[in-house]
């Protein structure tokens, strides 16, 4: 028994998957970009594991404000001199609220400027932020006056808009800005370079997918003069000596290509085209070996709209015919069947003929399903030819649904 099964490098259905996936990584990368609800915890690596969302990026303010809720704390304390704990909690608790209250509001302003940040984030690194700077300060101002209005912040008016408040929040938002730029700055041109290699790699899958086409069409397009150039030669043949045989065959032939035009040019069709293709190429056949060719198909109904490469029956036939039935004497029966077990697709060609010669398989109609198979499927197509006992050839292709 001869299995063969090869991978394919770049096997037409996986080099398209692959351009897909590339393609929506490509979209993906430049809405990562482009994309609104940004959030500045995103500059740290960990925090870009969750998809955009008006929930996460509340749950992230809330993270946000914490940190700086701490990093705040900790400077009161290391000013303080020997704070108690019930201080350091004091100090932390009235941290917290001023961060988030300054937090939201920056949050609720970036949300409602949104189109105007698409221009700014365009400008230089600087301006940018310096952007961010002055308008943390103004945020900031703003949230202290409203936090002023609540009981136990009365005292915050005393300094809010004095050169000193303003001086130190706009030096806070510069530094903050800063390193917040530098990190973002960072991940652009991160990402860019992503940008590009993805194109590079969609241009070269483009290519080889091209290539792999064009060479799945010079596949099949060799199957089709190899009977055309047989059948004239038989029409031929006939035409004085036995000319409504001749006739009969030309008609035939006709209609064999009636029924090629649908799907010798497409790159698939359903099984129920195919094996009617067959059976009108089987009906020329007949006519050119008469009551010596016997033909049963069976093609149950759950097979029928399934798809494969068209033309990939043809060749399997036509070896039978050639090498089994047609040199025998009395000639015999040639069976094509398709079965489905489970996710996979058997379709059979048996012949009752002389049996598996080792010139068989060296032929230009099996060398083509082979090359065929590998391109489109790679390993998980396979062809084996086998023995028909008591005499024959049973050819077995298995294709995944």
């Not at 085209?273 to 007949?286: D, N, P, R, T, W």
Request: glycine residues 4%.
């Amino acid at each position: 028994m001869t299995k063969i099964s090869k991978d394919a490098c770049f096997p037409a259905a996986t080099v398209a998957a692959q351009h897909a996936a590339q393609l929506a990584a490509n979209k993906t990368i430049r809405l990562d970009i482009e994309g609104q609800h940004f959030h500045p915890l995103e500059v740290m690596t960990f925090f870009r594991r969750w998809p955009r969302s008006f929930l996460r990026n509340l749950i992230y303010t809330l993270i946000f404000n914490a940190m700086f809720a701490v990093g705040f704390t900790v400077i009161g304390v290391l000013m303080s001199r020997q704070p108690t704990l019930a201080q350091m909690v004091a100090l932390f608790g009235n941290n917290l609220v001023i961060s988030n209250v300054i937090g939201f509001a920056f949050w609720a302003v970036m949300e409602l400027i949104a189109p105007l940040m698409k221009k700014i984030n365009m400008q230089s690194f600087f301006t940018v932020a310096l952007f961010y700077a002055v308008l943390g300060t103004a945020i900031v101002s703003v949230s202290f006056f409203i936090l002023a209005q609540f009981p136990g912040y009365h005292k915050m008016m005393k300094w809010i808009f004095t050169p000193q408040q303003l001086i130190t929040s706009f030096l806070i938002s510069l530094v903050i800005s800063l390193v917040i730029a530098t990190i973002w700055r960072n991940r652009v041109n991160e990402l860019a370079g992503q940008i590009t290699l993805a194109e590079e790699r969609t241009r070269a899958a483009s290519a080889e997918r091209a290539a792999v086409q064009a060479n799945l069409r010079a596949l099949q397009a060799q199957i089709e003069p190899h009977f055309l150039f047989n059948t004239l030669a038989n029409v031929t043949s006939l035409i004085h000596t036995k000319p409504d045989e001749a006739k009969k065959m030309l008609e035939e032939f006709i209609g064999y290509l009636r029924a090629s035009l649908d799907t010798s040019r497409k790159s698939e069709t359903t099984f129920a085209k195919e094996f009617a293709f067959m059976q009108s190429y089987l009906s020329v056949l007949k006519v050119r070996m008469g009551n010596r060719l016997s033909i049963v198909v069976d093609l149950p109904d759950d097979v029928k709209q399934l798809h494969l490469p068209p033309m990939l029956i043809q060749p399997l036939v036509e070896n039978a015919i050639k090498h089994g039935l047609e040199p025998k004497i009395d000639g015999g029966q040639i069976k094509l069947s398709a079965r489905l077990h489970n996710d996979r697709i058997e379709v059979e060609v048996v012949d009752n003929g002389l049996g598996f010669q080792s010139t068989t398989s060296d032929g230009v109609g099996l060398k083509n399903v082979r090359e065929r198979l590998e391109k489109i499927y790679g390993a998980r197509a396979s062809l084996v030819i086998q023995d028909n006992p008591p005499r024959g050839t049973r050819i077995t292709i298995s294709i995944p649904t």
